[in-house]
């Protein structure tokens, strides 16, 4: 399983655009990579997968180099309401389409008014 | 309703009951997920089902049972369960072939 390495917390003011990059040097050819965002005592909810470049939705961006070995979720212009933990996972396919995802502690963000 | 959702979501149960969790997804998804969180730990991932069929079992105690009797539903079977298995337990699903996973608000469960 493809190791993930992010900073244990980060604090960022509101209105501000906050850059969270994660580290995977050993990812696999077919893996992807997801982002998820838990608030405390909730599941995880999916913000973001991509494989390789950049991808954007309403929430959030995701820059992924040539090499694929690290990844950066961007945030823009966070709000108070963005406090929370932020998942980088490498999934690996455990057999008949399924994945397996390997959670670290996170990123814990906390954003400041 | 939509998305994930579990019953109950909040348990209180001893070391000599039998309990059963509940996890049914809305989304047509096809793959299914158990995971266990700690206080303070990462999410652990405890068993994984695709087409109804388990594909993976992370060394989980056999004090925890899972079955999954259709694509939309996953129970997680609990007997003699210890104090330290207290924590909250979460449901995922997905679309085989897609990595993206979505979970349901979790059962906390407290082992006395």
């Known amino acids: 399983l493809a190791k993930t390495t992010q900073p244990i917390s980060m604090d960022s003011y509101e209105g501000q655009e906050v850059n969270i990059t994660c580290s995977h040097n050993?990812?696999?050819?077919?893996?992807?990579i997801t982002w998820y965002q838990q608030f405390p005592s909730q599941g995880p909810r999916f913000i973001i997968q991509?494989?390789?470049t950049k991808v954007t939705n309403e929430v959030a961006s995701l820059f992924i180099p040539a090499d694929r070995k690290s990844s950066t979720l961007s945030l823009p212009r966070v709000s108070l309401s963005d406090t929370a933990v932020y998942y980088c996972?490498?999934?690996?396919?455990?057999?008949?389409?399924?994945?397996?995802?390997?959670f670290g502690k996170g990123t814990k963000l906390s954003v400041i008014p | 309703e939509t998305g994930v959702t579990q019953t109950p979501r909040h348990l209180v149960m001893g070391m000599t009951n039998k309990k059963s969790l509940k996890c049914e997804q809305h989304?047509?998804?096809?793959?299914m997920y158990w995971y266990k969180q700690s206080a303070k730990k990462p999410l652990e991932l405890m068993f994984v089902?695709?087409?109804?069929?388990?594909?993976e079992n992370n060394s989980v105690p056999s004090r925890f049972s899972p079955e999954c009797p259709n694509s939309s539903h996953l129970f997680l079977h609990l007997h003699t369960l210890q104090p330290e298995d207290s924590a909250l337990y979460l449901c995922?699903?997905?679309?085989?072939?897609?990595?993206?996973?979505?979970f349901g608000p979790g059962t906390r469960l407290t082992v006395t």
């Open positions: 995922a699903s997905s679309q085989m072939g897609r990595p993206e996973q979505y």
């Open positions: 050993n990812i696999a050819t077919n893996d992807y």
């Open positions: 991509g494989y390789k």
């Open positions: 996972l490498v999934g690996e396919d455990s057999g008949a389409g399924s994945y397996q995802l390997t």
């Open positions: 989304l047509g998804h096809n793959a």
């Open positions: 089902y695709s087409l109804e069929e388990r594909v």
